[in-house]
């Protein structure tokens, strides 16, 4: 007999959908050009099927990037979780992890953060419609951040809200400073992050 979904879930995998469209999307045309109905289109969906999950185009690019951070992290802690201390392989791994994560996704996505960051800077009624989106993508990935390293039994040095904006203020610089200048710079930038966390 064949699953029944309920509506939850349903929802669930339209917005997976959606957010797998946008993501490819955004990638390929970047924030501005990118249009709610090629998004639409490339989900199998009508654009009324985004606005039931997203208010503007801003919020659905907000849950593009929350949803990235989630899988960054995972993968940090996946590292971590199997490491009996932090050593030099450690910080190979973790690099080596996010090196893949990057190229896998290609520099088009990190060019798509700054894009949106300078949007919001010269949009400031956009800015002031999405600072409350935007706070809460930091706070649930600072929350995310908490609870991965409280699995490893760490502690965090500096305010996890703090810690979770460095994260996002330098990721997509570190991407693109590596593929445009051919420099790795992933495993120094590993050290620096992990140098804010005390680890049993």
Do not use: C
């Amino acid at each position: 007999m064949a699953e029944r979904w309920t509506r939850e879930r349903r929802l669930e995998h339209t917005r997976s959908l959606l957010l797998d469209a946008a993501e490819d999307v955004f990638a390929e045309k970047g924030f501005l050009a990118a249009k709610l109905d090629d998004i639409a289109h490339a989900a199998g969906y009508t654009k009324g099927a985004i606005y039931k999950h997203f208010a503007t185009k801003e919020d659905l690019f907000l849950a593009v990037s929350d949803r990235y951070w989630r899988r960054y992290f995972d993968n940090f802690a996946e590292v971590m979780a199997s490491a009996k201390s932090v050593t030099a392989q450690e910080f190979d791994d973790i690099a080596a992890r996010w090196r893949q994560l990057s190229r896998d996704r290609g520099a088009e996505h990190a060019a798509l953060g700054h894009e949106f960051t300078l949007y919001l800077l010269r949009n400031p009624e956009a800015r002031e419609r999405v600072a409350a989106k935007r706070s809460e993508v930091v706070e649930k990935l600072s929350e995310f951040i908490v609870k991965g390293i409280d699995r490893l039994g760490g502690t965090l040095l500096i305010p996890p809200l703090t810690f979770a904006q460095v994260l996002i203020a330098t990721s997509d610089s570190v991407i693109l400073g590596s593929e445009l200048d051919d420099v790795d710079l992933y495993r120094p930038i590993v050290e620096m992050y992990t140098s804010a966390i005390k680890l049993p």
